[in-house]
Each structure stands twice: as C-alpha cells, then as structure tokens.
C-alpha cells in the first residue's frame, strides 16, 4: 500500500514478514503418547510429559518431523541433515514446565519461497526457515467467575513455525500468501488450516519506511487475526497508524500489538522493554533431528501436486480458465471430484460451471466442505448428459441438482438415495422435455389452427407475435416442449403456409 503525502513529499512503503503457527495432525502429541486430538473434555489427554512433571524424558514425534519436512519439500527449502531442539524459558501459567520446546540455530528447515498471485502479478515470498516446536495450553478467561483455567489438552502438540522473511509489501499480499499456505498445508495433508479453531494462526510483522529507503524501519507485531479478512485488515489498519505517527514527528516504537476485529483496530499489548528474555538454549533430554539420504527420499517418493502445478495443468489439460482454474484447485477435494466428473465423461467447462455456480452456493448455503456434498460426480454426469441431449432444459436442470444434491426423491423408492439418478428425477418430477417433433408438431398445427388472426399478422409482418405462439405452445405442454424444436417447428408452419 502506498500513501502519497503530498505536503510531506514523503510517499511511505510497507514492510511485512508473518509467522505462522500450523497445528500437525499428527494422532498423539510431540513428545509424548497422548492424544493431539481437538475439543475434548479440559484436561483429559496430559500425561506427566506434557503436564511437565519433573524426571519425564520427552521423545520426539517421528511423524511430525517428517510433516515439516514435507512442507520444507513442498516450499523450495533446504532440508538440515541436523538440527536440534532448543528449550525457549519463560513463565506463563499454561506452560508447566516453564519452557516450550522449540528450535532456534538450527531448525529443520531454512530457505525456500511461496508463489503469490496480486492482481495478476506474480511475486516470489522468501522464506527465512520452518521449524518445529510444541504448544502451549490453553488460558480460559470467560466463564470462570474471577478466576482463570487452565485446559492442557493442546500442552504439547506439534505446531509447525513457518517464518517469512521481510518481503511482502501490501496487506492484500499478505493474505495471499497465508492462503497460499494454507492450500499447501492441506494439501500436504499436515495441517487442517481452520483459522477459526486456531490451528493455523498468523502473526505479521509490519513496518513502514519511505519509498526509496533501503533499511526497514521499527516494526510491530500483530496477533490475534483468525481469519485472512482480518489479516489484511488489521494490517492496513496498523500501516496507516504507522505512517500517520511518522507524519506527526513521533516515533514507532516496537512492540507486540492485538486486534480487536470488534473496534477494527490494534492495541499495544506489551513493548520490548517488557519482551523476555527467552535464555535459549539446546534441551540435553533430546538427541538431534538426524535427517539421512533414505528418509528424505522416503518423503520425495509421498510427493503429491501442490496446489499452482495443479492450476496449470487444469487449464493446458483442461482448457479451463484461469479463475476456474484457480478456484477448483484451491482445495484438493474440489480438484479432485473435478477430475472424477471429468473422467466419467462430463464435458470439463460444464463441469466447472455447475460446481462453481449451484454447487458452491448450496455448499456455501449450509457452511458445508465438498467432503460432505451429497452429490456425487457420477449424478452431475448424469445431468449433463440429459441436458445435452435436450431432455430437460437448464432451470429443469438446477432443481434436479437440487434434489440430487438433498437426497429428495421418491419415485426411485426402491433404491437407496445416493443412486438417485438425474433422469429418474427429472421423470420423477415430470420435467422431461418434450423433444418428439412429431408431438410438437401436431400441437403447434392446432395452435396455428386456432389462431388465425395472429397467424395472419404475423405472416403480414408483425414478428413480435413469435412470443405468442412460443407460449401458446408452451402452455399447451406445461412448460415442457423442448424450445429449440418448438421455435424451428412455428418459423417453418408460419412460413411455408404462406
Ligand atoms: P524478532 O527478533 O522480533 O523475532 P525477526 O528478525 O526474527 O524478529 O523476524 C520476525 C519476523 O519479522 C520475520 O517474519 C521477519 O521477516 C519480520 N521482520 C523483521 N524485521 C522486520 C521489519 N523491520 N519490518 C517488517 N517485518 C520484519
Ligand atoms: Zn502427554
Ligand atoms: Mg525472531
């Protein structure tokens, strides 16, 4: 974002760089046996490891490594053949132990970069590295009277830090990039990215100079934006309050700032001369994260199509579009109940179309995932097979997905629901076209024969009255002359009886 402060003469850039926090889904903790599983009962999957009792060993989880590894494969990064964990001291009262297990000179993965697309133009987000560390608990203010809880169900479990460095330049490219991310990540299968349960959470890092300048100015923290809306916002929020602060002769002054999405803005939550001092140093109850040449071949063999390689073939293989390109990719469900429409012989923009018109807005409609649609590719083949044969027309078409998408049929009694058929419904619901033009033929004969005088003006000219007989016609059959015949039938009767 670039404001232009004419008076000043200053136009002023931004200068953002996000950590994000990715919550492995792995089934038991980083450490420990128990169980990394979402929303249970407070305080039901601890054990003396992850409470922190003391005289426990901690052993590291093998698959959450592998999970970063993939990710750092999956982003360009070099893969350390040795890293190590490293305890990061400070008190807070959902950390028993009194330190988190993290990585900090040597984590498992530095370097790398992730694509982002802004308004059509490409830019390359370096990353500075990705390590591995655990969570904390959870603080429970609300509801607890004058008191505060501690659940330490999430003490433990795997999160993964991917670091940015310094170069992304606007808010908008910064949601970009965290969604891009987050398409990686589920792809990957190793994160579910749900912003709204916090297991994929953002912190950026902001600073403003004067365009032109090559040192970064004081920057701040921002956290607590749960959703890539807020991101961008508090983002811009915060640069304007940056450069306004620089107009008026004051100074920034670096410090870790909340969101408030209720007030739209960011408060100062504590400055760096309350930040800790962390006293990193390595954990002597770990041994080293050695990675050999067959693990990580291992991992490159489990390598799956990331979400932009997706996105190109869809449109060379395919001849999509770009924007349907980028949409049916975005999640690999979708991408992949695409492709088995595809296959079973839908026409791929037909496809497209339905899924990105009636079948995201009915997905959308009830907050669902394409994981839960009750449509199966196989019954939108169906469809468009007997749209393409004028059997139905399109709106017929729109209800039968409907009901095929609600399991709401009944003539097909017999059968169970998920084998409604597009064409049993449209029979069902008695939308079947009429496309005999012998049957047409003979109504449009009688309604020729029925309206002489409209017949007579229109072979005088009056061409307006098309409309008329289109609808006599199509009152006639309830709607359901197939329009195509219907329109040629009347343009060869009106004519040749001339
Ligand atoms: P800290 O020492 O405060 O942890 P780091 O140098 O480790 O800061 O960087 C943390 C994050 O902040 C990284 O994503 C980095 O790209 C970003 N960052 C560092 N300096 C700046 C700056 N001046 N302006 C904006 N972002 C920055
Ligand atoms: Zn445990
Ligand atoms: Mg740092």
């Known amino acids: 974002m670039k404001v232009n402060l004419k008076e000043q003469g200053v136009q002023y850039e931004a200068v953002i760089g996000l950590e994000i926090h990715a919550q492995l889904l792995t089934e038991s903790k980083m450490f420990c046996g128990c169980s990394a599983k979402f929303g249970a009962e407070p305080n039901t999957q601890t054990c003396p490891v992850c409470i922190g009792m003391p005289g426990v060993l901690p052993v590291a989880n093998k698959k959450a490594i592998e999970y970063v590894i993939k990710t ?21 009262p959902d950390l028993p132990k ?33 390590h591995l560390e655990e969570d904390a608990g959870k603080s429970i203010h609300e509801g607890s009277g004058n008191m505060s809880l501690v659940d330490l169900n999430r003490a433990g479990t795997p999160l993964m ?7 992304i330049r606007t808010p908008k490219e910064a949601a970009e990039y965290v969604k891009k991310l987050r398409a990686i990540v589920r792809y990957l299968g190793v994160c579910d990215g749900n912003m709204e349960q916090g297991s994929l959470r953002c912190d950026a890092n902001v600073s403003v100079r004067p365009v032109g300048q090559k040192e970064f100015g004081t920057k701040t923290e921002i956290k607590n934006m749960n959703s890539f809306r807020f991101i961008e916002k508090a983002l811009e929020y915060e640069i304007k309050r940056q450069i306004k602060l620089l107009n008026e002769g004051g100074r920034i002054v670096q410090e870790t700032r909340l969101w408030d999405s209720n007030k739209g803005i960011t408060e100062s939550m504590r400055s760096k001369e309350e930040a800790h001092d962390y006293r990193y140093f390595p954990d002597p109850d770990l041994v080293p994260i050695e990675v050999n040449d067959a693990l990580l071949k291992e991992i490159k063999s489990q390598a799956v199509e990331m979400p932009d390689a997706k996105r190109e073939r869809f449109i060379s293989r395919y001849g999509l ?14 991408a ?3 492709e088995e429409a595809v296959k079973l012989g839908g026409e791929p923009k037909a496809v497209s179309n339905w899924m990105m018109g009636e079948m995201m807005r009915l997905l959308n409609k009830e907050n669902k995932q394409i994981e839960e649609c009750g449509l199966k590719p196989e019954q939108l083949v169906g469809l468009l097979k007997i749209i393409d044969e004028g059997k139905i027309n399109v709106i017929a078409g729109k209800t039968i997905f409907e009901a095929m998408y609600y399991k709401q049929g009944y003539m097909i009694g017999t059968l169970p629901k998920f084998q409604l058929t597009a064409e049993g419904i449209a029979e069902e619901k008695g939308l079947l076209q009429i496309s005999d033009a012998g049957e047409i033929e003979s109504i449009v004969d009688r309604i020729i024969a029925d309206s002489p005088n409209e017949a007579e003006r229109f072979r005088g000219g009056d061409m307006k009255l098309m409309g008329f007989f289109v609808g006599e016609v199509m009152k006639a059959t309830k709607g359901k002359a197939n329009p195509k015949i219907v329109n040629e039938l009347l343009k060869k009767k009106l004519k040749t009886e001339n």
């Open 72 to 92: 750092g494969l999956a982003v360009d990064c070099k893969i350390a053949p040795y890293s190590r964990f490293a305890r990061k001291n400070y008190f807070y």
């Open 98 to 130: 009194g330190y988190q297990i993290s990585q900090y000179e040597l984590p498992i993965c530095e370097g790398g970069f992730v694509e982002i697309a802004v308004d059509g133009e490409k830019r390359k987000i370096g990353l500075t590295r990705i």
């Open 161 to 167: 830090e991917i670091v940015s460095e310094p170069d």
């Open 321 to 334: 579009p770009e924007h349907d390109a980028g949409l049916l990719t975005s999640e690999k469900a979708t």
């Open 336 to 338: 992949e109940w695409f």
